[in-house]
């Protein structure tokens, strides 16, 4: 079976590109955050995907997780919160900075390790975890069972 296929209009994802990332453009961003959301059963959920550079993601993991250090990607869940109908109802932060020294360094394409990042931070948004050794593995799993639908 195949990655779903949404429209490039799809008003439940919307990508910003705060930094030049020519590695990928829309449909193929739009293809994995369905792809990951449909997996973790949370397909229709409004998303916010910004890629920002590395002092951006920082700056977000200090001030919401009071860690100074770099990140790869965050993921925020809107969509348990009192107000009614939020919009977006979850953001994922992605840097690209860390994605192209994390590809250099393993001798991999900037356009793999991204995706990666946009399906990570999207099964976040579906409840898998990675801090415990158990969760990481199912995570992993999960990451090549999605990444593996989008070729």
């Known amino acids: 079976m195949g990655s779903p296929e949404p429209s490039e209009r799809d008003p439940s994802v ?7 990332v020519p590695e990928l453009d829309d449909r ?22 910004l890629f920002v550079d590395d002092s951006t993601l920082r700056d977000l993991h200090e001030q919401f ?17 009192d107000e009614a109908a939020l919009d977006p109802e979850a953001e994922v932060y992605v840097s690209v900075d860390r ?9 991999e394409q900037a356009r793999d390790e991204l995706l990666l990042y946009v399906v990570h931070g999207c099964l976040h948004l579906c409840g898998f975890d990675d ?7 199912e995570m992993r799993a999960a990451e090549r069972v999605v990444l593996a639908s989008l070729s």
């Open 14 to 20: 919307s990508v910003a590109w705060t930094v030049d």
């Open 28 to 49: 193929e961003v739009l293809q994995a955050v369905a792809a990951a959301l449909s997996h973790g059963d949370r397909s229709g959920l409004r998303v916010d995907l």
């Open 65 to 81: 997780l009071d860690d100074p250090t770099l990140t790869d990607v965050m993921a925020f869940d809107y969509s348990q919160a």
């Open 99 to 107: 994605a192209r020294a994390v590809a250099l360094e393993r001798g």
């Open 131 to 137: 801090h415990a050794d158990e969760d990481r593995d």
